[in-house]
């Protein structure tokens, strides 16, 4: 018999999935045939699996030995995977922001938010690597929990990046993500002159073959296209760019750089959605080599949570190259909402 106590991080998720961590190798059958003969009990009595997780709650699991060590990660792996989880060098985390339950990550242009293929190093390597560094996360807790992040960037966008460093904080802003109370604001660089605050809408549909997406002011009538809404606040211009901070109201996969190319007015140094004759000019003339779109400020209303940025540094360049920078225009960035 193996008895557990739920600690923090295994709080508040359901009974089903924390076994399903537990006994990694398990098939799910078995776990609920346990469940059902009372040879695994949740503070005593019998469990369905759908219970919610509080702490101190109390497992047992009646199983031999032999059959727990069977379905269990073996412990060498766990100790393996954290020794190389503190390989990579958590100093390249830029973390602007930090609490107990809550991490945020100046993301820079280039690095994957997650791993596409097995072999990749994410964002959330580098933040385990500093949990685990910490001390904040240990070996055994990576047997049942694992912190993660709760939104996306592009790799070639640049910016703040939420995630979890507990299950509380990770599941509360997971649902501060879908519930939209926390609103998200960007940075970007376009083409043209724009003067006027102004928002947006439209429909997006994703083309699979191109893994770009498609944007009309109509409803396409298609069975995969999504209701788009972007709103856009110009802070400083020249005669051919405008720098703008976006409010992203829905958060849709290339939102922001479809949308405004969409208008005429495509980020500088999008070699998918803008101008390749533009985007090489400020190439040769700036070294861009990926879109000039910064996440920039993350605004959290129930902990009255207001996060930025400074500018990014390519950004910076071209706004004092092209003269669109001016004294002020960080505190006009964060004054506009």
Same mark, same amino acid.
Request: hydrophobic letters at 35%.
């Given at each position: ?97 930090? %609490?107990?339950? $809550? *991490?945020?990550? !100046?993301? @820079?242009?280039?690095?994957? /938010?997650?791993?596409? &293929?097995? #072999? ?14 910490t001390g904040e996360l240990t070996t ?70 191109? %893994?770009?997406? $498609? *944007?009309?002011? !109509?409803? @396409?009538?298609?069975?995969? /296209?999504?209701?788009? &809404?972007? #709103? ?70 129930p902990m009255q949570l207001k996060v ?12 004092r190259g092209e003269n669109i920078w ?12």
């Amino acid at each position: 018999m193996k008895q557990l106590i739920i600690e923090k991080n295994e709080a508040g998720q359901r009974f089903d999935k924390f076994l399903a961590k537990l006994l990694k190798e398990a098939p799910s059958s078995f776990i609920h045939k346990m469940l059902r003969k009372k040879n695994i009990t949740l503070n005593g009595k019998k469990a369905d699996g759908s219970e919610k997780l509080l702490l101190n709650d109390e497992v047992k699991l009646f199983l031999a030995d032999e059959t727990i060590e069977k379905f269990s990660v073996p412990a060498g792996q766990i100790e393996a995977e954290s020794a190389n989880l503190t390989k990579h060098d958590s100093n390249k985390l830029d973390i602007v922001f930090e %609490n107990e339950d $809550i *991490i945020m990550i !100046n993301k @820079p242009s280039g690095m994957l /938010s997650q791993k596409a &293929k097995p #072999e990749d190093v994410s964002l959330i390597e580098y933040m385990l690597s500093y949990l685990l560094q910490t001390g904040e996360l240990t070996t055994e807790m990576l047997k049942t929990f694992k912190p993660g992040i709760c939104n996306r960037l592009d790799r070639n966008t640049s910016g703040i990046v939420v995630g979890g460093k507990t299950m509380k904080g990770l599941q509360k802003m997971s649902e501060a993500f879908k519930e939209r109370t926390i609103h998200k604001y960007y940075l970007c660089i376009v083409k043209g002159i724009l003067k006027d605050r102004n928002t947006i809408e439209g429909f997006l549909v994703k083309d699979h073959s191109t %893994n770009k997406v $498609i *944007i009309s002011k !109509n409803d @396409p009538n298609d069975s995969e /296209s999504l209701p788009i &809404k972007t #709103e856009y606040i110009p802070i400083a211009n020249n005669d051919t760019l405008t720098l703008l901070k976006v409010n992203l109201i829905t958060g849709r996969s290339h939102q922001i750089r479809a949308h405004l190319s969409s208008i005429g007015h495509p980020i500088i140094g999008d070699f998918k959605y803008g101008s390749a004759t533009i985007n090489e000019q400020y190439n040769k003339k700036y070294n861009i080599k990926s879109q000039l779109l910064h996440a920039y400020e993350v605004v959290y209303t129930p902990m009255q949570l207001k996060v930025h940025t400074e500018i990014p540094k390519d950004m910076d360049h071209v706004l004092r190259g092209e003269n669109i920078w001016q004294p002020g225009i960080q505190e006009a960035l964060e004054a506009q909402y």
